[in-house]
T-cell receptor, first 114, second 112 residues
Framework: NAGVTQTPKFQVLKTGQSMTLQCAQD?????MYWYRQDPGMGLRLIYY???????DKGEVPNGYNVSRLNKREFSLRLESAAPSQTSVYFC?????????????FGSGTRLTVV | GESVGLHLPTLSVQEGDNSIINCAYSNSASDYFIWYKQESGKGPQFIIDIRSNMDKRQGQRVTVLLNKTVKHLSLQIAATQPGDSAVYFCAENPYNFNKFYFGSGTKLNVKP
């Protein structure tokens, strides 16, 4: 059981380049999330998807787009990367009742924009 | 966003001692709280949760206390071990049960 898988683990971009961060979960969770974590700070929500076919903005959505491709996959796209988007990005999924509570997180993508 | 903060950014304890990590939350409407542990280079890992209709919940070596009157959470770790060294975050769920807000974290250092 892999849980939440993120790719790539590391990425360096030049300012203005675009890229897509991939996330997949194999737990049949309905909700999926993208967070960013900056040094010494907590996690800030970028976008989330409460169910397949829906997406909503979080606290810091500017400069990002998302796609909930199917129930398993939720991707995050940076159309024109900026140095301010240098961060560690975490994908998470959630199943509320019964088996487990709380988010299951991926291992993160460390992105540097130069 | 909502304010979920921590009183102590860094906590150092001796191995075998008990640790207490505190968290203040701002929204009295929050009804679900989670503590996460994040080891270096890894994603946060669920430790324990508590709902607002409870004051206390115990897990294995961990206890979460909730004081709704002063909007305060604490995480108690008994007999702290070197493997407990990590950053600990509290998270609150104020409006939408599908979304959490995280505090900035407390780093726990366990000295052998």
């Amino acid at each position: 059981n892999a849980g939440v898988t993120q790719t790539p683990k590391f990425q360096v971009l030049k300012t203005g380049q675009s890229m897509t961060l991939q996330c997949a979960q194999d737990m049949n969770h309905n909700s999926m999330y993208w967070y960013r974590q900056d040094p010494g700070m907590g996690l800030r929500l970028i976008y989330y998807s409460a169910s397949e076919g829906t997406t909503d903005k979080g606290e810091v959505p500017n400069g990002y787009n998302v796609s909930r491709l199917n129930k398993r996959e939720f991707s995050l796209r940076l159309e024109s990367a900026a140095p301010s988007q240098t961060s560690v990005y975490f994908c998470a999924s959630w199943a509320e009742a019964g088996v487990t509570y709380g988010y299951t997180f991926g291992s993160g993508t460390r992105l540097t924009v130069v | 966003g909502e304010s979920v903060g921590l009183h102590l950014p860094t906590l150092s304890v001796q191995e075998g001692d008990n640790s207490i990590i505190n968290c203040a939350y701002s929204n009295s409407a929050s009804d679900y709280f989670i503590w996460y542990k994040q080891e270096s280079g890894k994603g946060p890992q669920f430790i324990i949760d508590i709902r607002s209709n409870m004051d206390k919940r115990q897990g294995q070596r961990v206890t979460v206390l909730l004081n709704k009157t002063v909007k305060h959470l604490s995480l108690q770790i008994a007999a702290t071990q070197p493997g407990d060294s990590a950053v600990y975050f509290c998270a609150e769920n104020p409006y939408n049960f599908n979304k959490f807000y995280f505090g900035s974290g407390t780093k726990l250092n366990v000295k052998p």
